[in-house]
């Protein structure tokens, strides 16, 4: 019983929305890092205006289109150690707690009195 107090709870991986929702945490990580360019942070700030900003083409594709596209570029032309160092800090992020197992009999009873209160 005791080796099961020392694990921590990981999320598991996989998936498309859970990939999905890591990628944009790794874009907002590396937007508010101070050793990516500047100049580059306008890759998704540029698409993600792009949904603000009237087009020309039709339909809602080229919209997707054009974010997927900036958010890739920039995640691309960021410096490989910082995505690396990043994207390590997002998969082994730990949910804070401990495994505890309910042992037989040692449930916590707590008593109490009910009390209606009248008019």
Same mark, same amino acid.
């Given at each position: 019983?005791?080796?099961?107090?020392?694990?921590?709870?990981?999320?598991? /991986?996989?998936?498309?929305?859970?990939?999905?929702?890591?990628?944009?945490? +790794?874009?907002?990580?590396? +937007? /508010?890092?101070?050793?990516?360019?500047?100049?580059?942070?306008?890759?998704?700030?540029?698409? @993600? +205006?792009?949904?603000?900003?009237?087009?020309? @083409?039709? /339909?809602?594709?080229?919209?997707?289109?054009?974010? #997927?596209? %900036?958010?890739? +570029?920039?995640?691309?032309?960021?410096?490989?150690?910082?995505?690396?160092?990043?994207?390590?800090?997002?998969?082994?992020? @730990?949910?804070? /707690?401990?495994?505890?197992?309910?042992?037989?009999?040692?449930?916590?009873?707590?008593? %109490?009195?009910? #009390?209606?209160?009248?008019?």
């Amino acid at each position: 019983m005791s080796e099961k107090k020392d694990r921590k709870i990981i999320p598991s /991986g996989g998936g498309f929305f859970n990939n999905m929702a890591q990628r944009i945490k +790794l874009i907002f990580r590396l +937007l /508010g890092d101070n050793r990516v360019s500047p100049f580059l942070k306008l890759l998704p700030i540029g698409s @993600a +205006l792009y949904f603000v900003i009237p087009d020309l @083409a039709l /339909g809602p594709i080229d919209d997707v289109a054009v974010v #997927w596209l %900036g958010t890739y +570029l920039f995640v691309e032309l960021c410096p490989p150690e910082i995505v690396e160092e990043h994207l390590a800090a997002l998969r082994n992020q @730990a949910l804070p /707690g401990e495994w505890h197992d309910s042992e037989p009999g040692q449930d916590e009873i707590i008593e %109490g009195e009910f #009390w209606e209160k009248k008019g």
